[in-house]
C-alpha cells in the first residue's frame, strides 16, 4: 500500500523559511513524478512544483519560480521542497503527490497517490 506522509509545515513571518518532506512508502518510484499541490481556503488544489524520480529534472509554477526548490533523496525515499522568501499568500495546506510519469503536472486528476497535507502558515 502506497503512503505519502508530509511533514515540517508550521508558521513563519514573511520572508523566512521552511522545508517539507515527504516520506514515500509501499512501492518504488523509478518511473513516477512526486510533485507538491498546495489549496488555500477556498481555492482550488493548485500546483506547486513536480520531480521526475528517475533523473530529478523539475518544473515550478511561476508563482515559486526562485524562492522554492523540490528535490529527492532515492535513498531515503523522500522527496523536499525547500521554501524561501515566503510570503503571505504562500499560506496553504501543502499536499505531497505521486503519479506515474504522464508529463502532464498540473492537474490534480493525474495524480494517483496523495499524502494528508501540511499546513503552511505565513504572517505579515
Known amino acids: 500500500q502506497v503512503q505519502l506522509v508530509e511533514s515540517g509545515g508550521g508558521s513563519v513571518q514573511a520572508g523566512g523559511s521552511l522545508r517539507l518532506s515527504c516520506a514515500a512508502s509501499?512501492?518504488?518510484?523509478?518511473?513516477?513524478?512526486m510533485a507538491w499541490f498546495r489549496q488555500a481556503p477556498g481555492k482550488d488544489r493548485d500546483f506547486v512544483a513536480v520531480?521526475?524520480?528517475?533523473?530529478?529534472?523539475?518544473t515550478y509554477a511561476d508563482s515559486v519560480k526562485g524562492r522554492f526548490t523540490i528535490s529527492r533523496d532515492t535513498a531515503k525515499n523522500t522527496v523536499y521542497l525547500q521554501m524561501n522568501s515566503l510570503k503571505p499568500e504562500d499560506t496553504a495546506v501543502y499536499y505531497c503527490?505521486?503519479?506515474?510519469?504522464?508529463?502532464?503536472?498540473?492537474?490534480?486528476?493525474?495524480?494517483?497517490?496523495w499524502g494528508q497535507g501540511t499546513q503552511v502558515t505565513v504572517s505579515s
Open positions: 520531480i521526475r524520480w528517475s533523473d530529478s529534472r523539475t
Open positions: 503527490a505521486a503519479q506515474r510519469y504522464s508529463g502532464n503536472w498540473y492537474s490534480t486528476g493525474n495524480y494517483d497517490y
Open positions: 509501499g512501492r518504488t518510484f523509478s518511473g513516477y513524478a
